[in-house]
């Protein structure tokens, strides 16, 4: 069985092949909702709490690869007009 360690040396073996810093596009076409809901995906799995086992993997990503996530997650809200809703929906789970 693989330890977190060893995942993340796999990950991180993954990400160094040569081309994976190549820009592809991605032309796709999702509902809002999805677009919501890939965002707080993206934006949860970029932010793990400590004892989740994901945050070891994240370590060993580069800060810059991170930020490119969350620029696209927040590029995604943006284009489908979500921006502002999400953020609402955002400072209503932050009042719990």
Avoid: W
């Avoid at 040396?9 to 810093?21: A, E, Q, R």
């Avoid at 999702?30 to 949860?44: H, M, P």
């Avoid at 930020?67 to 929906?89: M, V, Y």
Wanted: charged share 25%.
């Amino acid at each position: 069985m693989l330890t977190t360690n060893d995942v993340a040396k796999v990950y991180d073996t993954i990400l160094s092949i040569p081309g994976m810093n190549e820009t592809v596009k991605i032309d796709m076409k999702i509902s809002r909702k999805n677009v919501l809901l890939l965002n707080s995906v993206i934006k949860r799995g970029l932010n793990p709490k400590d004892d989740d086992k994901s945050a070891n993997l994240l370590g060993s990503v580069p800060q810059e690869t991170l930020q490119e996530l969350h620029t696209f997650a927040d590029d995604c809200l943006t284009k489908a007009g979500l921006t502002e809703l999400s953020e609402k929906l955002n400072s209503l789970s932050a009042g719990k």
